[in-house]
Nanobody, 116 residues
Framework: QVQLVESGGGLVQPGGSLSLSCAAS????????MGWYRQGPGDKRDLVAE???????NYADSVKDRFTISADFSKQTVFLQMNSLKPEDTALYFC??????????WGKGTLVTVSS
């Protein structure tokens, strides 16, 4: 059973920055993607950013040029640097990994609140 532990959420003013971290453990399978999703109040869970094991990132249009994802697949860790945060970025952020044998795992989520 893969476990994902997220950290780094919190309260920040508009225009500020936050960093999220996620560490995966318990996986015997090679990871295909590592990434972040978010879910705002009353919203569905949407992709924020993901990193493929090839090193290619993929971003939601709403966060391009503001957020940066990085990952170390050998250490099974993924990070999300969030800059120029906006109130609409407020959400529960979930770490996600997808393994090469087709298994999908989620963290419990870390809350990011952007408010003055």
């Amino acid at each position: 059973q893969v476990q994902l532990v997220e950290s780094g959420g919190g309260l920040v003013q508009p225009g500020g920055s936050l960093s999220l971290s996620c560490a995966a453990s318990g996986s015997d399978s090679r990871l295909f993607t590592m990434g972040w999703y978010r879910q705002g109040p009353g919203d569905k869970r949407d992709l924020v950013a993901e990193m493929f094991s090839t090193g290619s990132p993929n971003y939601a249009d709403s966060v391009k040029d503001r957020f940066t994802i990085s990952a170390d697949f050998s250490k099974q860790t993924v990070f999300l640097q969030m800059n120029s945060l906006k109130p609409e970025d407020t959400a529960l952020y979930f770490c996600n990994v997808y393994t090469r044998d087709g298994m999908n795992y989620w963290g419990k989520g870390t809350l990011v609140t952007v408010s003055s």
